[in-house]
C-alpha cells in the first residue's frame, strides 16, 4: 500500500481525513500513484495535474523522503520506502505571497 498525505483543500474535496492508502499495480511512480489517486477519487481529476498535459499544478509540489520530487520525470521510480509504504508520498500546497 502507498500512503498519500493530501493538503487540506484537496483532503476537504476527496472527503478523506489524514492520508489515503492506495494499491498500485506496477513500477511505483509519480505517475501511477497519482492514477490510482485519481481512479480512486474522480472528484481530484484535474486539480493535482492539467487535464490535457498532465503536467503538475501550479503551487503543488510533490514531497518523499525529505526529497523534493516535484520536477522528477513522472514515470522514475519513487523511494523504496515510499513503495514499501513506510514513507507516505506526500502533495504539498506551496504558499505564495509577499
Known amino acids: 500500500m502507498i500512503r498519500v498525505v493530501l493538503?487540506?483543500?484537496?483532503?476537504?474535496?476527496?472527503?478523506v481525513e489524514d492520508e489515503v492508502a492506495l494499491e498500485v499495480e506496477g513500477a511505483v511512480t509519480q505517475r501511477a500513484v497519482l492514477e490510482a489517486l485519481e481512479a480512486r477519487y474522480p472528484v481530484l481529476r484535474g486539480t493535482i495535474r492539467d487535464h490535457a498535459s498532465g503536467q503538475r499544478r501550479p503551487?503543488?509540489?510533490?514531497?518523499?523522503?525529505?526529497?523534493d520530487l516535484s520536477h522528477e520525470p513522472p514515470d522514475a521510480p519513487l523511494p523504496d520506502a515510499v513503495a514499501s509504504g513506510t514513507e507516505p508520498y506526500l502533495i504539498i500546497g506551496a504558499i505564495a505571497g509577499g
Open 7 to 15: 493538503p487540506y483543500h484537496l483532503r476537504k474535496l476527496a472527503g
Open 59 to 67: 503551487f503543488l509540489r510533490f514531497f518523499a523522503c525529505a526529497q
